[in-house]
């Protein structure tokens, strides 16, 4: 039982990560717009499915309160403001998406809360993972870092490398939903997003060597680790080469793979840690009881129910969107 709850959580995460991801990099990538029109089809690109891509932030949640209550009560001490400011952000763009379409002299004013909140919500997660890896002061389950322990070089760096990371899944969402001017200016900013996101990714790496990070002893103690990252560089180079053919419906694809090695790269190196170095998987895990009592909700009704939704979802809004929507 405490196996399929952390095989659900590791699928609730990856969902957000690529879902909200690409949306909320569409929001990052919507500051460096001045086109209105421009900005009305990248808002029409993400409106019909972006709140049920929040949804798996929520669905994570849960999961880990009810499953994991050790890792939940931990992550949130430490985490406190964090993710407060995280939460800050996403509720702003939500606001600002509704509200921009209704206002005419004060959109500029709902323009930069959206692409604000998206940058403020992506580096907030981006250094709550780079505190996670760089590690935690944790004694006996309970968090003992104050206020700011969780802030660091590293942990900052990582924010900044996600906002990379979003920003080009989001412009690879971009061409493979719009067309004309939005999808080739996206196709310009691909190839320096993506640079720009793998030379963070070798600082990140020359940092952690530097403060000789525990987590890079795993890759000694794990070889089949490299397999993560020779997928990665298998898939920008593809991603490169498909850039140059303008293949929309590939981008995308490639840029979820190289999440998705990433995702494993990390999952597969904090194994059996829930909290890398400190609290294992069965020392977090609520009861048995309690997680056979979750399964007959949640594991078998609304998890499944939410996987098909968001499949009709993408289904139903398949294709390109219109070149220039009038309601966003």
């Known amino acids: 039982m405490v196996m399929f709850w952390v095989c659900v959580l590791a699928v609730a995460i990856l969902l957000y990560v690529l879902l909200d991801g690409f949306d909320l990099g569409v929001g990052i990538l919507f500051g460096l717009t001045a086109s209105e029109t421009r900005r009305s089809a990248m808002l029409g690109a993400v409106a019909p499915i972006w709140d049920g891509n929040e949804t798996w932030l929520v669905v994570t949640g849960v999961i880990l309160w009810g499953a994991f209550p050790l890792v939940y009560s931990a992550l949130l001490s430490a985490f406190y403001l964090p993710l407060t400011v995280m939460l800050a952000g996403l509720i702003l763009r939500g606001v600002a998406f509704e509200f921009r379409a209704k206002a005419e002299r004060m959109r500029w004013i ?43 070089p590293f942990a900052a760096l990582c924010g900044a490398g996600l906002c990379l990371g979003y920003a080009l899944l989001g412009a690879s969402w971009l061409v493979k939903k719009c067309e004309g001017e939005v999808r080739d200016t996206a196709y310009r900013q691909l190839p320096y997003l993506c640079v720009g996101a793998m030379l963070v990714l070798v600082a990140v790496f020359v940092y952690a060597l530097d403060e000789h990070l525990r987590i890079l002893h795993r890759w000694t103690e794990r070889p089949y680790l490299y397999v993560f990252p020779a997928i990665s560089v298998a898939a920008v180079a593809v991603l490169f080469a498909a850039i140059r053919r303008r293949k929309d419906g590939w981008p995308f694809s490639l840029v979820a793979l190289v999440f998705i090695s990433a995702f494993g790269t990390l999952a597969i190196s904090f194994w059996p840690y829930m909290i890398p170095f400190v609290v294992t998987v069965d020392e977090a895990a609520a009861p048995r009881s309690s997680l056979a009592f979750m399964f007959w909700g949640e594991g078998l009704f609304v998890f499944p129910l939410m996987l098909l939704y968001t499949f ?12 220039t929507p009038e309601h966003y």
């Open 110 to 152: 709902w323009d930069l809360s959206f692409a604000g909140g998206s940058l403020v919500a992506t580096f907030m997660q981006g250094l709550t993972v780079g505190a996670l890896v760089a590690g935690l002061p944790i004694e006996h389950g309970q968090y003992v870092g104050g206020d700011v322990g969780w802030l660091s």
């Open 312 to 323: 009709i979802s993408y289904r139903v809004f398949r294709g390109k969107v219109a070149s």
